[in-house]
């Protein structure tokens, strides 16, 4: 079995008395892409920034290619980071941005110019490598910042919110790419955001994040389909959310009482543990509404109430 590309064991952060991370685990799979996702305070990005070294942990360890870098530096970790504000040099070109970490890891000339070659035509700028950042478009930039941070060929790409200054156009547009790319390297990714389509439609599995804790980690059909708690439920989709108590019935059926009863397919309960009484809630997908005309046949499945 193939070595983790990340392995994050109890990882911990506070700021005094704040606990922004607690306790995350996850593992990931070498050429996964992986999204945190979460709303803002959740500890997505205070994670990342622990994977890269921008952050020191407070707890727990930070294995990359089965190695502890929880005591090595940022420039030793060997992770490519791409940042929302593209962080390009504004003095160099974008061929000359592309070729900077080559020179820092004291790469030869020849080498550093057919790498850089390579990662303009890769994303698709290979005619303005002579250009400033002042010259390129919110995209271009984007483009050359994910070509700069590819071009050392690093064990992880960490992105954080890389497409949120664009606009939804070309947002949508750079989603596929960075995906291809991203697939087309056999790179694994660790990416940061706080849209769930962004997520949905990038992303091999997504970690749900909830005050500083990983709610649920699975694929977008997990956490749309079976989500673990009314938080998922509620934060991935649209959810009509209807809340009332616990009960269960002779045929091994489960009820959901409240201003109405809704009966509910025990394999649809995401707590089989719950006590009868308990606060329940029943959540459901708009697209999955059908209006029956009221039967004996349909009226197990309706309010009755």
């Known amino acids: 079995m193939a070595r983790p590309a990340l392995v ?181 990714v660790i990416y940061v955001t706080h849209d769930q389509e962004e997520a949905l439609v990038m992303s091999d599995r997504i970690a749900i994040f909830n005050t500083g804790q990983i709610e649920q980690l699975g694929t977008g059909e997990d956490l749309y389909d079976r989500p673990v708690s009314l938080f998922v439920a509620d934060f991935i989709g649209e959810s009509n959310i209807l809340r009332g108590r616990f009960e269960r019935i002779g045929d091994g059926g489960v009820l959901v009482r409240g201003l109405a009863r809704w009966r509910v397919d025990p394999a649809q309960v995401a707590r089989a543990s719950l006590a009868d009484g308990a606060p329940a809630a029943v959540v459901v997908r708009p697209e999955r509404l059908r209006i029956m005309r009221r039967t004996d046949e349909a009226s197990a499945d309706v309010p009755d109430e």
């Open 8 to 188: 994050l064991r109890g990882l911990r952060k506070a700021f005094g008395d704040v606990v922004a991370v607690d306790g995350v685990d996850l593992e990931v799979r070498q050429g996964e892409f992986i999204t945190l996702l979460g709303p803002s305070g959740s500890g997505k990005t205070t994670t990342l920034r622990m994977i890269a070294g921008f952050t020191k942990q407070s707890g727990g360890t930070i294995e990359i290619d089965g190695v502890d870098m929880s005591q090595v530096p940022p420039h030793h970790r060997d992770v490519g980071m791409i940042f929302q504000n593209y962080a390009l040099f504004p003095h160099l070109t974008a061929a000359q941005n592309i070729a900077f970490p080559l020179e820092m890891r004291g790469t030869p000339r020849a080498e550093i110019d057919r790498r850089v070659a390579e990662a303009l035509e890769l994303v698709k700028l290979g005619g303005l490598g002579r250009r400033y950042p002042r010259e390129l478009s919110g995209g271009q930039q984007q483009r050359i910042a994910f070509a700069r941070a590819v071009v050392f060929k690093p064990r992880l790409l960490l992105m954080d919110e890389p497409l949120g200054a664009l606009d939804k156009k070309l947002r949508e547009a750079l989603q596929l790419e960075v995906m291809h790319i991203s697939r087309q390297l056999g790179a694994t």
